[in-house]
């Protein structure tokens, strides 16, 4: 299954602050706010929804095709993803920008504020898919992920007027698009990946019904958190629902939820049943949380399967065992 995964690459800036941002928010004075969070560390790291999606899925053994705008300075990361087996053949390099910057902080009970600098991401507009999918011999599936907003509208659109399939995955891009342009990103997608908070938000910004909004697509994949993941079938009575797989330590949430798709992805590749895709999804996962980084985990699939037995039973760990390989045995 050959998978085209378009969204933004970035480095990432990951700040820890050992107290609580709630106790520094003043209800009554948000119109006049001004805050400083003094924090411990600085983790300057790869990252990039697209770019953590591909790097996933290319380390459970699939060759994912990375689709973005990206500056000069992206020579190194794209050796390190090129070394883990990510195409990165999409890439549209920008003369003039340098590659998008996450700055996010985290504090004592995972809440964060992130700031994102766009860059060179804005230039994805400029991507045409027909090429990318001439290059790799046909796409299977596009994965419309956070981007600049007109390359999600670009993205969508070609993919509906050239009949490829594609998952829809606004994500934070919810926040700044109005109810016309989200049903313009997710009317007709094979998937919809969203968090409970962000299918609240594109539910009140079109006026669709939490129903109506699910039968805009095919299957709708929405994570909750600790209570894990439901996974809905358009015309299917029964939800799919996995809970979380017990991280070992809580090290930062950043990239978790790419992590989960990256898992799913790597299961419809394998022709896996939704099940076992959000179970693979959410063990992927939980190697990120343990983490700092969303690229640094490290995965060796004999301890991979155990814990997926662990979480989900033996017979889950059975049945994805022969479609994923990782760098140790």
């Not at 050992?18 to 300057?44: M, N, P, R, W």
């Not at 994965?143 to 907003?149: F, T, Y």
């Not at 809970?243 to 950043?254: H, L, N, Q, S, W």
């Amino acid at each position: 299954m050959q998978i085209a995964i378009t969204g933004s690459i970035a480095t990432d800036h990951l700040m820890t602050f050992d107290g609580l941002f709630a106790d520094s928010l003043v209800v009554e004075q948000l119109d006049k706010i001004s805050l400083s969070f003094l924090t411990q560390d600085l983790q300057v790291r790869r990252g990039g929804v697209a770019a953590n999606i591909a790097f996933g899925m290319a380390n459970l053994g699939q060759r994912p095709l990375l689709v973005g705008a990206v500056g000069e300075d992206f020579t190194d990361y794209r050796s390190w993803l090129e070394r883990h087996g990510v195409d990165c053949g999409g890439v549209h390099y920008s003369q003039s920008q340098h590659t998008a910057r996450f700055i996010c902080t985290t504090d004592r009970d995972m809440a964060q504020i992130a700031t994102f600098y766009a860059g060179a991401m804005t230039e994805a507009r400029d991507i045409e898919l027909a090429p990318v999918a001439k290059r790799a011999g046909g796409l299977d599936l596009v994965v419309v992920g956070a981007n600049d907003p007109e390359a999600m509208l670009r993205h969508s659109d070609e993919c509906r007027s050239r009949d490829i399939p594609f998952a829809a995955d606004p994500s934070q891009q919810l926040a700044f698009c109005d109810g016309p342009t989200i049903a313009r990103l997710i009317d007709g997608a094979e998937y919809l990946f969203t968090n409970e908070y962000e299918s609240h938000l594109a539910c009140q910004k079109t006026g669709w019904s939490e129903d109506e909004l699910a039968d805009r697509v095919r299957v709708q994949v929405k994570t909750r958190g600790k209570d894990g993941v439901t996974v809905r079938v358009r015309g299917e009575n029964e939800t799919v629902e996995v809970g979380i797989a017990r991280e070992v330590r809580k090290a930062d949430p950043t990239g978790v939820g790419d992590a989960f798709r990256a898992g799913f992805l790597t299961g419809l590749a394998a022709d896996l049943p939704l099940r076992r895709c959000a179970e693979l999804g959410s063990m992927l996962a939980t190697y990120v949380i343990e983490t700092v980084g969303t690229q640094e985990y490290v995965l060796g699939k004999e301890r991979f399967l155990e814990r997926l037995a662990e979480a989900y039973g033996n017979e889950s760990a059975d049945e994805i065992g022969p479609h994923i390989t990782c760098p140790r045995p």
